[in-house]
């Protein structure tokens, strides 16, 4: 059952290059763009540079390679044929590998371990950096100038559905911001969220979202926006952004409550405050929000080692604010269990694999997603998958496994190298 998940998965991706304009003739259509996506795709999904030019030279010993038999790829093409022909794609072709592999997890009853808040996931946005250089730019890169010196970077809103005490997240399309053709302003994180929205609206909708992001957000046209959608909303708010939302919850009576947690040999105490129907701004047209706040204290030193404050449109009350901070408080898992995993655990996104004029860098980086997509369904779905990961101590040692067993060994399938990764190929493992 578990290759199955995957043949589907690779089959998203098929669909979305399918649907790739293709006007090249004669000896230029070598490689079809099916070939040319997933042999990108398999630098990303096996953390493999090298994987195209280890891939040939195993085509030219053997007349076979890993790149045919597990990702199906009919002819390979090298590095600078992938850029060629990937770079003026439209990123937005593979918006629909994320949603139909989406599909694909809840189909396999992965989405009802993320339904959280009444019957609903939540989704965490925040900015990406993908790519940053003084020199390497295309004609889609943002710019900045500090003491002198220009810098061209790629930034993205990234979207990922997080759960409360589960490390796993689940990448779904977000947005790029791009500088586009003609316009003289630099694209900016919220006009991305407010790009994403309406695209994204009937996936949100079906998962009944609740959006988490940072204080960047929690203003009045964002979380309008957001309510006129029909979604939920929980967002960092800070003091000093919200002046006149806190001088209200400063002069109001808090409903709180407190629990004490130990930790080691220290304990401390949990206090939550609430404030339901708070006007967000000082405007004729404002939008009335719930606040809540969390304090800890260390009982013996009263010591405050955390505080934060949130708003959000769902009603708060003795019963859940518990949980609600708690759904609060897992908008960090963005950064950490994505965007972190993403820069430092094997992924490398920060690395240039190839930048293009038009488009090459953001399809790059939406591969490199796709792939972390991939091997997060594939882990709640695929049992060979779970037994080869688990073989390797860490998800760095997992990568180095695969990258070694697919150099040095052919494989018929991908449920064949799995076993192999997992019996045999636990020599691979370094160290
Ligand atoms: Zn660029």
């Known amino acids: 059952m578990g290759g199955e998940i995957f043949k589907q998965l690779l089959e998203n991706l098929d669909k979305a290059a399918d649907t790739i304009p293709d006007n090249r003739h004669g000896p230029n259509t070598k490689h079809s763009m099916r070939d040319a996506v997933k042999s990108a795709?398999?630098?990303?999904?096996?953390?493999?540079?090298?994987?195209?030019?280890?891939?040939?030279?195993m085509q030219n010993k053997r007349k076979m390679n890993n790149a045919k038999s597990i990702l199906g790829v009919k002819t390979l093409p090298s590095d600078a044929q992938v850029r060629n022909l990937l770079d003026n794609v439209n990123p937005e072709t593979f918006a629909s590998v994320f949603s139909q592999s989406l599909k694909v997890a809840i189909m396999s009853g992965v989405m009802k371990l993320y339904?959280?808040?009444d019957e609903g996931v939540l989704v965490a946005i925040d900015g990406l950096w993908y790519h940053s250089s003084e020199k390497i730019h295309c004609k889609h890169c943002l710019h900045q100038t500090k003491d002198g010196?220009?810098?061209?970077y790629h930034s993205a809103m990234a979207a990922a559905i997080v759960k409360p005490h589960n490390s796993s997240v689940i990448p779904i399309m977000g947005e790029l911001i791009t500088n586009k053709d003609g316009t003289k302003k630099q694209d900016c994180e919220l006009s991305a969220a407010k790009r994403w929205l309406p695209k994204r609206i009937e996936e949100l909708k079906g998962l009944k979202a609740t959006i988490l992001g940072d204080d960047l957000y929690s203003h009045h046209p964002f979380c309008k926006q957001i309510l006129d959608n029909g979604l939920s909303f929980i967002f960092t708010c800070k003091q000093d952004s919200h002046p006149w939302l806190a001088e209200t919850v400063k002069y109001s009576f808090l409903t709180g409550q407190t629990r004490k947690e130990r930790k080691g040999k220290k304990h401390f105490l949990y206090t939550y405050r609430y404030l339901n129907n708070v006007p967000i701004r000082d405007e004729k047209e404002t939008l009335m929000v719930n606040y809540m706040e969390l304090a800890i204290t260390e009982k013996e030193s009263g010591k405050q080692t955390y505080?934060?404050?949130?708003?959000?449109?769902?009603?708060?009350?003795?019963?859940n604010v518990q949980h609600i901070v708690d759904c609060a408080r897992t908008r960090w898992k963005i950064e950490n269990e994505h965007n972190n995993?993403?820069?430092?655990?094997g992924y490398n996104l920060e690395h240039n694999f190839g930048h293009g004029k038009e488009h090459a860098a953001e399809i790059f980086f939406l591969?490199?997603?796709?792939?972390f997509q991939f091997h997060t369904i594939l882990a709640y779905c695929d049992i060979d998958f779970q037994k080869a990961r688990a073989s390797c101590s860490t998800?760095?040692?997992f990568f180095e496994a695969m990258r070694f067993c697919l150099r040095y060994a052919y494989h018929d399938s991908w449920q064949a190298f799995l076993i192999f990764l997992y019996t045999d190929g636990g020599l691979a493992e370094p160290g």
């Open 41 to 57: 795709f398999g630098v990303f999904f096996f953390q493999f540079p090298s994987f195209l030019r280890y891939m040939t030279e």
């Open 115 to 117: 339904q959280v808040l």
């Open 149 to 152: 010196v220009s810098t061209y």
């Open 307 to 319: 505080y934060c404050g949130w708003i959000t449109n769902k009603p708060v009350d003795n019963l």
């Open 341 to 345: 995993v993403l820069k430092n655990r």
């Open 367 to 371: 591969l490199n997603l796709i792939a």
């Open 395 to 397: 998800r760095v040692a």
